[in-house]
């Protein structure tokens, strides 16, 4: 191996990793452009989302003028009431959710009774079958309880999470049993040990069970549609899809919809990560 | 902390003390077993009324035959109603049409994700920009996604702009019989690809450099390498994401009822959005509800496989 085969292999390699970062960026590119167009639409009138078309030209990407009209509009109108609903639920639902969740994740890692695998395995695959699949029956049944048009027959459905309690399980099962040992010693009954040991160490899980029971509920879209018939308790999602394709001309409002509907959650996932991201169990046992 | 600085006095109360150790350890058994149900509690009775209670409404409904109008209480007629979905053929369209779909969409999707987080693992500048823009479209609700396509795909819209001013000529994308459903698959792809990317990435980025290394050693090139290193050790991560991904998309419902409703001439009518249609549209309870049961039924299969998939990971995620 001479000096000058190393030099040409390195060259080669970095002309390779030119050309992959050159394909990377057309990728990233399909991807991210019917977003920006999507973001720019709801800044814009709607008549200039097709003026820019035909011929094609730069405009389509660049707005004439820039204005949150389409944003306050939406806002003002009943879909700020659908958002206000789906925040009430989603707030409530997440609240409930992530305590049920981390019950049932505690007495399936921490606890020890025969048949815990059974158990185990029956309320993930339950909460595994997606939703949809179960949701026409159930609102059969929720009409017939009395659920309709109620916050609590939209809250209901979303307070289990198979996947939020399989994740807090796997994060319970991490925890050293000598602190639950310790606890018990000193007196503390199980539901103590839970709130003053585990829930304290639960950090990045629970904020994960959270995320999920939030997003799960924040996108619903069938369930809303069959459980709730009065537009006072419509939620973001159905009012935004009811108002779509009325009328042409309303379509920047529609874009402004879709982008309320995408911050929320990510604005959501960042102070999630923010308040509980740190937190590790590395440094806790002796 | 608190419990933490009593930890050492552990030794010395577990020792045998006072009380004889069986009887104790028995009554601590059982107090775990009272604790265990009183905690399971919320969750199995969630299960119980949100989910059995209906699968099993489902199944009796599905066993009885109503009345238009539903003055009459329904009558049982056994299988009746499943016979009858057999014997129609828009049924059986409509159970072909959504394997098919999905025998389509959810393999192209995986493949796609999979070629796109080998790229962006790759040596390229700026890798994090490229993820986080791949990964935006996920983060857009499907409402959203439904709306952004059924705007850009009008005939009038940008996509056919970009058509004509590439010298092509325009498509009828959602109404015509021939493309909507591979639009409807476009508008779930644009969200999925760039969130299964995300599982194969963490997938790719746990696979050793040394097998890389060794791969390199042996001068094995990048497809070479591709195919003998990381489809063979990303083979859990991908079958994860493959079932994730059909459980996900046999119950696709919202961009058929907001783009086609189902059609144009029925071709974009899947088993989620035909039991709808029956129960509420054409006001059938009795024969949806038997749409809503074989439906369940084949989504039990795949659930199955991603419940044993998510536990054989166990060993490896429990240990720290």
Not at chain 1, 8 to 26: F, M, P
Not at chain 1, 205 to 232: D, H, K
Not at chain 2, 75 to 80: A, H, N, P, Q
Request: net charge positive; aromatic share 10%; hydrophobic share 50%.
């Amino acid at each position: 191996m001479t000096a000058t085969t190393t030099r040409l292999r390195r060259g080669r390699s970095e002309r390779r990793s030119v050309a992959l970062t050159i394909l990377a960026v057309l990728v990233a590119a399909v991807f991210a452009l019917p977003a920006l167009w999507l973001l720019l639409g709801s800044v814009r009138p709607s008549s200039e989302i097709f003026g820019s078309l035909s011929p094609l030209s730069w405009r389509i990407l660049v707005p004439s003028s820039v204005s949150l009209d389409n944003y306050v509009t939406l806002l003002t109108g009943s879909f700020g009431r659908a958002l206000g609903v789906s925040f009430l639920v989603c707030a409530l639902t997440v609240a409930v959710g992530v305590i049920v969740c981390a019950l049932a994740a505690y007495a399936l890692a921490v606890l020890q009774f025969r048949g815990r695998g059974a158990v185990f395995a029956f309320v993930v695959i339950s909460f595994m079958v997606p939703f949809e699949a179960i949701a026409i029956p159930l609102s059969q049944l929720f009409t017939s309880w009395g659920l309709t048009n109620t916050i609590m027959g939209l809250v209901l459905p979303g307070i289990g999470n198979g996947l939020a309690i399989f994740n807090l399980r796997q994060h319970f099962l991490a925890v050293p049993t000598s602190y639950r040992e310790a606890a018990t010693i000193d007196g503390a009954s199980e539901p103590r040990v839970l709130w003053s040991v585990y829930w304290p160490l639960g950090g990045s899980a629970l904020a994960n069970s959270a995320l999920l029971i939030f997003l799960g509920q924040w996108t619903a879209y069938l369930w809303p549609l069959l459980v709730v018939s009065e537009s006072r308790l419509q939620v973001a999602p159905v009012a935004l899809s009811r108002t779509f394709g009325e009328h042409t001309f309303d379509y920047g409002q529609n874009f402004a919809g879709a982008v309320v509907l995408s911050v929320v959650p990510a604005v959501m996932m960042f102070i999630l990560q923010r308040s509980f991201g740190g937190l590790s169990l590395a440094t806790g046992e002796k | 902390m608190s419990v933490q600085h009593e930890a050492p006095r552990t030794g010395v109360r577990t020792s045998p003390g006072v009380g004889s150790p069986p009887p104790r350890r028995l009554s601590r058994r059982h107090k775990e077993l009272a604790w265990a149900v009183i905690f399971l509690a919320p969750a199995i009775i969630a299960i119980l009324t949100l989910r059995i209670a209906p699968s099993i409404g489902a199944v009796i409904s599905s066993l009885h035959r109503g009345f238009p109008g539903g003055v009459l209480e329904p009558v049982f007629s056994g299988f009746r109603n499943y016979a009858d979905l057999l014997a129609n053929e828009a049924f059986r369209d409509t159970v072909v049409r959504t394997v098919v779909f999905n025998v389509i969409i959810n393999p192209l999707q995986v493949a796609i994700a999979l070629m796109v987080a080998v790229l962006v693992t790759r040596k390229i500048g700026a890798p994090g920009l490229w993820r986080t823009l791949i990964f935006i479209p996920a983060t857009v609700p499907i409402v959203g996604s439904s709306i952004v396509w059924g705007v850009a795909l009008r005939p009038e819209g940008p996509i056919n702009a970009i058509i004509e001013a590439l010298g092509g000529t325009p498509q009828p994308f959602f109404t015509s019989g021939d493309q909507a459903l591979a639009s409807i698959m476009l508008v779930l792809s644009w969200i999925g690809i760039g969130y299964w990317m995300l599982f194969l990435i963490s997938g790719i980025q746990s696979i050793p450099e040394e097998y890389y290394e060794a791969a390199r050693l042996d001068r094995a090139g990048p497809i070479r390498t591709f195919f003998s290193i990381t489809i063979p050790l990303l083979k859990r991560p991908l079958l994860f994401v493959l079932v994730a991904d059909t459980v996900a998309n046999f119950v696709v419902f919202v961009p058929i009822q907001m783009l086609t409703n189902g059609g144009p001439q029925n071709s974009t009518t899947m088993q989620m959005f035909n039991a709808y249609r029956t129960t509420y549209t054409y006001g059938s309870k009795n024969l949806g509800a038997a749409e809503v049961v074989i439906l369940t039924l084949i989504m039990l299969v795949f659930v199955a496989i991603q419940f044993r998939m998510l536990r054989e990971d166990r060993p490896t995620r429990s240990r720290r």
